[in-house]
């Protein structure tokens, strides 16, 4: 099958999905907190987008029609395999930069406390926060996406912020009860 009729009528789709590849990236990541499932699940979105990017009318409405995409595709895993993966048995690796050690290994925490935290939520308050949050899409695009409701949107971002900062509130004071006690020597 070439694929050279798929994007004679734009060629610019072929390099607008290249670009959004990071991005979808990103929003399965945040779903899944699973590297080798996120590139999965976005090279299944860019497939199927390759495969019927005819279907797409309007090249404006490209990253949502994608983000759709991914959409059904993180549904199709979580139907096909349930339960979900322990986010505790996922490590993180960070890429090395020039900060301090402290630097970075506080930021390490941070992240794997705010993901932790981000594994607890519903799916659906989780799916909603990725999308208006991390890939700062608006509350209508959300709703196209994830084919809800508008108010429904909303109330699970609000709901699903509301749950988050409870949850990080909790996990710091834990972290302050853990720590070392100090004394003062004279």
């Not at 976005?42 to 090249?59: F, I, M, N, P, V």
């Not at 322990?86 to 705010?114: F, K, M, N, P, Y």
Request: glycine share 6%.
């Amino acid at each position: 099958m070439s694929l050279f009729p798929l994007f004679s009528r734009s060629a610019g789709i072929a390099k607008c999905l290249g670009d959004s590849r990071a991005g979808l990236f990103r929003l399965a990541f945040m779903w899944c907190h699973d590297r080798a499932l996120a590139d999965d699940l976005t090279q299944e979105a860019l497939t199927k987008a390759l495969l019927h990017a005819d279907g797409l009318r309007d090249t404006a409405k490209l990253r949502p029609w994608l983000f759709g995409i991914l959409v059904n595709c993180w549904r199709d895993h979580l139907r096909a395999r349930r339960p979900t993966e322990d986010i505790d048995t996922i490590e993180e690796h960070w890429l090395a930069t020039e900060e301090s050690c402290e630097h970075s290994a506080s930021r390490s925490q941070l992240a794997g406390r705010v993901q932790a935290a981000i594994a607890q939520l519903p799916v659906g308050q989780r799916e909603v926060l990725a999308l208006v949050d991390l890939e700062e899409c608006s509350y209508a695009e959300a709703a196209q996406i994830l084919a809800i409701p508008i108010g429904t949107v909303m109330s699970r971002l609000c709901r699903g912020r509301a749950t988050l900062r409870g949850l990080l509130a909790d996990a710091q004071t834990g972290m302050q009860a853990q720590g070392p006690a100090l004394r003062s020597v004279k």
